[in-house]
């Protein structure tokens, strides 16, 4: 964390800055009431800030405001003094203040003190010399106030990605259990459909040859479905691409073991017709999708 030190070096605050704003403290004394009077009429003009102010908190908050407006020019300027402005950064952080409008409120003080050295002040010299101190211990103040939001937005960012962070790894190991699963239960029906194939063979050694060829020709289309199916979990889970194309793949397959089964079925033409109108849209669909990745680059 910076020290107050540091700040005054960079804003090159010298010993002769903290002589001219001791200097200015009897007519900031003189004008205390004056510059109350102006800030809140200021901030009631303001909805926001209208908000939090209220009659139970004004005097409390007055004679805050009046207390570091003085210290302005009190010609301590140390680290205790910036634990101060720390505190009071805090403060404007947990009652909801944007730091918009201390920005605005500054200003508003910033324009003030500005005018009373204008007004109190002929040799231009001196009154450039006060109007420089006064800027610089504005800016300052602003920093170690803005700090504070900072502070509260980097503790909110850091639990934020914290939290994010948890929970895509959380996920990410979810869908990885997910597609294990899937695969298992894709290498288990697999198993099913050749014991059935097995089972087609047997239909046709028993003298059933057109129903046995039929039904092994379906099984053998649902076997690779099942194959490309399990390909294609298995790229994925290597980290390969998602392909639809193995999908609508599936879908044309099931569609021609349909046929075959409606054929041996003597089904009406309508439903054939049908099947086979069906199967040529997606035939279309698998062309036009192919098109499409094969242009896409290979990861």
């Known amino acids: 964390m910076i020290t107050m030190q540091q700040?005054?070096?960079?804003?090159?605050?010298?010993?002769?800055?903290t002589e001219l704003l001791l200097s200015l403290q009897p007519l900031a004394e003189e004008n205390l009431e004056r510059f109350s009077r102006e800030f809140y009429d200021y901030l009631y003009s303001l909805p926001e800030t209208t908000k939090i102010l209220n009659e139970s908190n004004r005097t409390r908050l007055n004679d805050m405001h009046n207390n570091w407006f003085m210290l302005l020019f009190a010609g301590i300027y140390d680290n205790h003094y910036m634990?101060?402005?720390?505190?009071?950064?805090?403060?404007?952080?947990?009652?909801?203040?944007?730091?918009?409008?201390?920005?605005?409120?500054m200003n508003q003080v910033r324009r003030f003190l500005l005018a009373l050295i204008d007004e109190n002040y002929s040799d231009r010299e001196e009154r450039r010399l006060l109007r420089e101190a006064v800027e610089k211990i504005l800016d300052m103040n602003l920093d170690v106030m803005s700090t504070s939001y900072r502070e509260e937005e980097m503790k909110k960012v850091f639990v934020s990605r914290k939290l994010?962070?948890?929970?895509?790894k959380a996920t990410e190991r979810f869908t990885y259990g997910l597609?294990?699963?899937?695969?298992?239960?894709?290498?288990?029906?697999?198993?099913a459909i050749v014991t059935m194939f097995g089972w087609d063979i047997v239909h046709v050694f028993r003298g059933d040859v057109e129903k046995g060829v039929f039904t092994a020709l379906g099984s053998l289309l649902i076997l690779w479905m099942m194959i490309e199916l399990l390909d294609n979990e298995i790229k994925s889970l290597k980290g390969g691409r998602f392909s639809i194309l193995v999908f609508?793949?599936?879908?044309?397959?099931?569609?021609?073991?349909?046929?075959?089964?409606?054929?041996?079925?003597?089904?009406?033409?309508?439903?054939?017709?049908?099947?086979?109108?069906?199967?040529?849209?997606?035939?279309?669909v698998y062309y036009l999708v192919s098109l499409?990745?094969?242009?896409?680059?290979?990861i």
């Open 7 to 17: 700040l005054r070096d960079h804003y090159r605050f010298t010993d002769q800055d």
């Open 83 to 105: 634990n101060h402005l720390t505190r009071i950064g805090h403060a404007h952080v947990r009652v909801g203040l944007s730091v918009h409008f201390v920005n605005a409120s």
């Open 164 to 168: 994010e962070s948890f929970l895509i």
């Open 179 to 191: 597609n294990l699963v899937l695969v298992m239960a894709l290498a288990v029906v697999s198993l």
């Open 248 to 284: 609508i793949g599936v879908v044309i397959v099931s569609i021609i073991r349909e046929i075959l089964i409606s054929t041996l079925r003597h089904d009406d033409l309508t439903k054939q017709a049908f099947l086979a109108g069906t199967l040529l849209i997606l035939g279309i």
């Open 292 to 298: 499409v990745q094969k242009d896409q680059p290979k």
